[in-house]
Nanobody, 122 residues
């Protein structure tokens, strides 16, 4: 499956962005989907994941601000990001895996999109 992330941009602190990830070459409903991010000079970190049955998971730093969702009919996964903070600045990647159980380990994800840059100014 190929993944294409979009929706990044430059916003001010407190504003919102919605990232989208379009899947092609496969049926996204067969995969667990996730979002990761990588800030300059830092390791890639887990942000959020959604299961085939729409169970959702978040890193503590984004709980209550970010919402992940999926539209299996459109083969898309979205990440609604509200109340953005400068520390949310990073390249955001969508990813997919076929595992049965939840994982927030990037090594367990088999497919990756190209990343979309989110910059939050203070």
């Amino acid at each position: 499956v190929q993944l294409q992330a979009s929706g990044g941009g430059l916003v001010q602190a407190g504003e919102s962005l919605r990232l989208s990830c379009a899947a092609s070459g496969g049926t996204s409903s067969n995969y667990r989907m996730g979002w990761f991010r990588q800030a300059p000079g830092k390791e890639r970190e887990f942000v959020s994941a959604i299961s085939r049955t729409r169970g959702t998971y978040y890193v503590d730093s984004v709980k209550g601000r970010f919402t992940i969702s999926r539209d299996n009919a459109k083969n898309t996964v979205s990440l609604q990001m509200n109340s953005l903070k400068p520390e949310d600045t990073a390249v955001y990647y969508c990813a997919a895996n076929r595992r049965i159980s939840y994982t927030n380990d990037a090594r367990d994800y088999d497919y990756w999109g190209q990343g979309t840059l989110v910059t939050v100014s203070s």
